[in-house]
T-cell receptor, first 113, second 115 residues
Framework: DVKVTQSSRYLVKRTGEKVFLECVQD?????MFWYRQDPGLGLRLIYF???????EKGDIPEGYSVSREKKERFSLILESASTNQTSMYLC????????????FGDGTRLSIL | DQQVKQNSPSLSVQEGRISILNCDYT??????FLWYKKYPAEGPTFLIS?????DKNEDGRFTVFLNKSAKHLSLHIVPSQPGDSAVYFC??????????????FGQGTILTVHP
């Protein structure tokens, strides 16, 4: 079974802090994704990476950056956290074939105070 | 610009009956569709998918129907069980170009199955 692990289940940070969310997958998947889930809006794609050191903006990249130095690890960075970034953050991975499903971690509930 | 829409925020069904969850899309380039189920405090789990070359795909109690002309897909669960109570998301992707097969999700529908 694919295992996608997000480093924290719950996180509380302050406005203006730099925040790192970590995600690790154990299936040697090429593609990795970061989403945020908000009530009534579903899952929205922030950034994705189709290979090591490669990244592409998703639908809502503003205020975020990402890092993928190793194949198994994909980090989401909030450069200067703001209250409107309070959300559930979900990481996913997928083999390089587009018609395969993405596999998700259990999410990080991030609160910015 | 919501390209994938689930217009019913919630659905309540009696155990043993059929649950029908609906999803509409606007982007005619979408050619691969998926349904995910999500329990509270867990990540979404993949349920079933369908390619645009098909109009139906079945897996046990779950069947997905695709109507390309109407840009509509639906998920049928028969029979419904209390353990099916969860949030259901439909998602769509387009092959080719620079899309890399990224998924666009609907807003989700909360399904409650009553014993």
């Amino acid at each position: 079974d694919v295992k996608v692990t997000q480093s924290s289940r719950y996180l509380v940070k302050r406005t203006g802090e730099k925040v790192f969310l970590e995600c690790v997958q154990d299936m040697d998947h090429e593609n990795m994704f970061w989403y945020r889930q908000d009530p009534g809006l579903g899952l929205r794609l922030i950034y994705f990476s189709y290979d090591v050191k490669m990244k592409e903006k998703g639908d809502i990249p503003e205020g975020y950056s990402v890092s993928r130095e190793k194949k198994e690890r994909f980090s989401l960075i909030l450069e200067s956290a703001s209250t409107n970034q309070t959300s559930m953050y979900l990481c996913a991975s997928r083999t390089g074939f587009s018609r395969q499903p993405q596999h998700f971690g259990d999410g990080t509930r991030l609160s910015i105070l | 610009d919501q390209q994938v829409k689930q217009n019913s925020p919630s659905l309540s069904v009696q155990e043993g009956r059929i649950s029908i969850l609906n999803c509409d899309y606007t982007n005619s380039m979408f050619d691969y569709f998926l349904w995910y189920k999500k329990y509270p405090a867990e990540g979404p789990t993949f349920l079933i998918s369908i390619s645009s070359i098909k109009d139906k795909n079945e897996d046990g109690r779950f069947t997905v129907f695709l109507n390309k002309s109407a840009k509509h897909l639906s998920l049928h669960i028969v029979p419904s069980q209390p353990g099916d109570s969860a949030v259901y998301f439909c998602a769509a992707s387009a092959m080719g170009g620079t899309s890399y097969g990224k998924l666009t999700f609907g807003q989700g529908t909360i399904l409650t199955v009553h014993p």
